[in-house]
């Protein structure tokens, strides 16, 4: 009998996939881009096959994604594959969780996140001055620029 703890239980599914993404770090101090290949894909992260190592905690941004997205993680996990040291499996953990490898049925524990894939630069389908906000009179009134519109007084 498989005794489930919270220690070694997983928050979503993972499952097998080939998605080639852009990886890039967004550390100055730790410089990195590459093509990289996503091995592994859950709603929390991934793992992808690379050609350096990258050190724990680096924030990255995946880009390239299908859709056109891109979404920023932190590197969770950094393994050599193999023993030449030429490629390494890097450990990924998603800041915003959900289906954005664009997996059309994803697991049923990826539903708990949102399904859509991060939007690519292109404008939303609500233009942002139909945009609501709920005004609260003692808020600073810089908060109350809806994000995305025009910013009045800013070049």
């Known amino acids: 009998m498989e005794v489930l703890t919270p220690k070694t239980t997983r928050r979503s599914t993972r499952i097998r996939v080939e ?90 524990d990826w539903k708990f996140a949102p399904q859509t894939a991060p939007a690519p630069a292109a404008a939303s389908a609500v233009p942002p001055s139909a945009a609501q906000l709920k005004v609260n009179k003692k808020a600073w009134p810089y908060n109350l620029i809806p994000e995305g519109s025009a910013r009045p007084g800013r070049k």
């Open 19 to 108: 998605i080639p993404v852009t990886v890039t770090s967004l550390d100055r101090m730790r410089p990195f881009a590459d093509k990289c290949m996503v091995l592994v894909a859950s709603a929390q992260g991934c793992g992808f096959r690379s050609s350096q190592p990258l050190q724990l905690e680096t924030p990255i941004m995946l880009s390239d994604l299908p859709g056109g997205g891109s979404v920023t993680a932190r590197v969770a996990n950094s393994l050599p594959l193999g023993d030449d040291g030429k490629q390494f499996l890097i450990g990924a953990a998603l800041y915003t969780h959900g289906n954005v490898w664009g997996i059309a049925d994803p697991p049923e």
